[in-house]
Structure formats: C-alpha cells, structure tokens
C-alpha cells in the first residue's frame, strides 16, 4: 500500500524540515521526487541523501513567488503525477504592526507561491488525466492563533484555494487537498527560540510543547505520512478536504 513506484512528485521547500521529511518518504516509495527550494545548499543535500538510500531525486533552485521562474521550473521537470504546495515562511505580528513589507513578503511567498505552482501544474495535470495536488495550510486558519495575522491569512487563503482547485477540477481527475500541522519540531523552530528567547530555550521549549493537548510537538515524520497516505491511490476518494494534524489542538484546546 501507499507505493508511488516512478509517480513524479513536485515538492517545494522540500530540503528542509516537514518538506524534507516528505521528499524522503516519498522517495523510499518510489517516487521520482524534484525538490524546489531557494536554499540550493538545503535541496543539495537532501537530494544526496535520497540518492544515497538509493532512491530519485533532483533539486531546483526557484523562488516560488516568482512565477516566470516556476513556469522555466516546471517546464524543466515535464511530466507531474503530484504536486505539493509546502513553500512557506512565518512572521509574528498583529494587524496593528505587521508593516506593509512584512505583509508583502508572506503573502508573495506562502499565497502568491502556491498560486503560482498551480498556475503551472494544473494544465501538465490536465494533459496527463490528473494527478494530486496537496498543499500545506495550517491550524492557524482554522482558528485565531496570538501574533500571526499576515501567516494566519496566508494560511486561510491556502484553505480557501484548495477548495476552489478541488471543485473545479473535479471532472479533470485532479484531487486537491490541503492539511493542517500545528506545530511541528523542525530546525525552524529551535532557531526561532534560539533568536527570540536566548538564555530560555529549555523552557520556551516546554511550553510551545504543551499547547497542544497531546503535550508534545509533531514530527515531521507524521506529516510527511499524513502526506503520503492523501497523494495515495489509497486515498482516491477523498479531495476537497483540509486535515489536521495538531495533537488535538483545534478540538480540545478549550
């Protein structure tokens, strides 16, 4: 169950943490795996790692919010059975002092990204008969989470085109779904709490642990097999649909 034997799997920020989780997994399941990342050196030595285990892959250097360079990208990869939306970076802020910029630079890498990997997979899928679309939301928009406004938007909007992807595609044979980590312990967040809260690692570490009902933080690993299961054949049934995976937090965080 689960193989994806010479499937062709897109995913972008697929050199580090959950992407990079997902790139491997993906690869041990025989997929041909083309990491997008605008960290050359991050897709460098993910792609090693696969190619050390023995699986496929290949890393592009793109910057998703630049939609000549995704269509150059894509265009370069040729035939997509699956596409996975995973480009994103954070920000903390509230409404009332999250700057122009700031603002910009979310919603170009995390809303404008996705867009534009749709822009450029969707008709590839069409020309193929489908394919599978995932793209990674977040907890935040489903519920308010404390100093996130732009990521919560850009998250919000990443649900609300999954949704729109998954109707109008329906009778092209092309599933879209989205899926919803809270947090997760990556590289990425040891070093937001080593910038942020210097000297107060061990404990800020504990309680970002414990604001998820399970008490402790996701691991990429469980992402990347939530993943794995939705770009399945396994999971032909299912699109249109966001799935958390939060330990609890959307439900029983009360």
Do not use: W
Not at 188 to 203: L, S, T
């Amino acid at each position: 169950m689960f193989k994806l034997t010479n499937k062709s799997v897109v995913i972008t920020g697929g050199g580090s943490g959950i992407g990079r989780a997902m790139s491997i997994l993906f690869a041990q399941q025989g997929a041909i795996v083309h990491i997008i990342e605008l960290n050359d050196k991050a897709a460098a030595d993910t792609v090693a790692e696969i190619e050390t285990a023995g699986g496929k892959a290949t890393g592009y250097a793109c910057d998703v919010s630049d939609q000549q360079q995704v269509v150059d990208t894509f265009a370069k990869i040729g035939a997509i059975d699956i596409l996975i939306n995973n480009a994103g970076i954070a920000h903390i802020g509230r409404a009332d002092n999250t700057s122009t910029a700031d603002f910009e630079r979310v919603f170009n890498v995390n809303v404008k990204g996705a867009y534009n990997c749709l822009y450029a997979v969707i008709p590839v899928l069409k020309a193929n008969g489908g394919g599978v679309i995932l793209n990674t939301a977040s907890i935040a928009a489903s519920v308010g989470i404390t100093d996130r406004f732009a990521y919560s938007m850009s998250k919000g909007a990443i649900h609300a085109m999954t949704l729109s992807v998954a109707r109008d595609f329906l009778h092209d044979n092309i599933r879209c779904n989205c899926i919803s980590p809270a947090r997760i312990h990556t590289p990425f967040v040891d070093g937001f709490i080593a910038k942020n809260y210097a000297g107060k690692e061990a404990e800020i570490f504990e309680k970002l642990s414990k604001s998820q009902p399970i008490g402790r933080m996701g691991k990429s690993e469980e992402v990347a097999a939530l993943a794995l299961y939705l770009c399945s054949d396994e999971a032909g049934f299912i699109t249109g649909t966001d799935y958390p995976i939060d330990g609890g937090f959307i439900t029983l965080n009360n």
